[in-house]
């Protein structure tokens, strides 16, 4: 873990650029145009006019969809996601799939990502290095005391830390159905774990002596400005990637990962 003490954190974290979802719109809605005038002129122009079979078309809107999200700065996962999108749209209304399907799959999507819209804050995970990357941090504090995450998720970050660091308290805050259920059940085993169905702005962090917090740009002036007013002067507030302008930092660690994390750190 490589530690800095910049001034003012970086842009692409503070979540100006264009979001990723206008980003994968406007690449499938380029392609598809693209496909569409094709498709026109090979039928009005070629003699004799021919009739490109339809499964081909699916096949050309994906790489064309994918070849442009590239160009938009989209990578990895996003790419293969923007490549199989038209044949699974394709698949839906082709074989006839039974309405309970969709109802099932809106039911636990809903279960998973129903405070999304009003938290802007959707569930992704803390990697094995960062977790290792906090449990550093950890070791570093004068003594053992209260850990709490913020939008604990499926609960990965308190169970690992809290088998790392068993003189530690570790609570989790999470509003997500399913993923309070499953951090429910994965920290049955560990006495120093607890997870709340609490939204983490009703928490009182006055009481723990390390928050963490791994949301988006969207919460973080809100949160900054709760951890400045509720937590204890010493006690150690992490976030995970995101920061806000204008609220001072003390310093940033890099963790040695694919996605480079960057753990932001004040010290209050
Ligand atoms: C990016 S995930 C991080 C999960 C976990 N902390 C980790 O690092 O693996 C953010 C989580 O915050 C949860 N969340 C969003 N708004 C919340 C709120 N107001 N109170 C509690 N949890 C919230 C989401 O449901 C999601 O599970």
Redesign the pocket.
């Known amino acids: 873990m490589a530690e800095t003490n910049p001034s003012t954190p970086p842009k692409h974290f503070t979540g100006r650029s264009l979001g990723v979802l206008p980003r994968v719109l406007a690449a499938q809605v380029l392609a598809l145009v693209l496909i569409v005038g094709a498709g026109w002129a090979i039928a009005v122009f070629m003699v004799p006019p021919a009739h490109p079979p339809l499964w081909a078309a699916v096949v050309a809107q994906g790489a064309l969809a994918a070849a442009f999200s590239r160009t938009f700065g989209l990578t990895g996962k996003w790419l293969v996601a923007q490549f199989v999108l038209p044949a699974m749209a394709w698949s839906a209304l082709t074989l006839e799939i039974s309405a309970w399907v969709f109802l099932l799959a809106f039911v636990a999507l809903f279960l ?2 129903s ?2 819209p ?2 802007k ?6 990697n094995a290095a960062t977790w290792a990357a906090l449990s550093e941090l950890l070791n570093q504090e004068s003594k053992p005391g209260q850990f709490v ?6 609960g ?2 308190l169970a690992y830390l809290a088998r790392k660091h068993p003189d530690w308290t570790f609570t ?5 159905p399913v ?1 309070y259920i499953i951090s429910k059940l994965r920290l049955m085993t560990r006495p120093n774990a607890h997870i709340r169905f ?4 009703k928490v009182d962090l006055a009481g723990f002596d390390v928050v ?5 740009p969207a ?1 973080m002036p809100r949160l900054l400005a709760k951890a400045d007013s509720e937590m204890r002067t010493d006690a150690l507030f992490i976030s ?1 990637s995101f920061w806000a302008e204008g609220h001072p930092y003390d310093g940033q660690a890099e963790v040695r990962d694919s996605r480079k994390t960057c753990l932001f750190f004040k010290r209050l």
Request: no cysteine; aromatic share 16%; glycine share 10%.
């Open positions: 998973v990502f405070n999304t009003r938290e804050v959707p569930l992704y995970l803390t995450d913020l939008g604990s998720g499926l990965g970050t989790g805050v999470e509003t997500a993923p609490r939204s983490f702005w963490y917090a791994f949301l988006s919460p995970n």
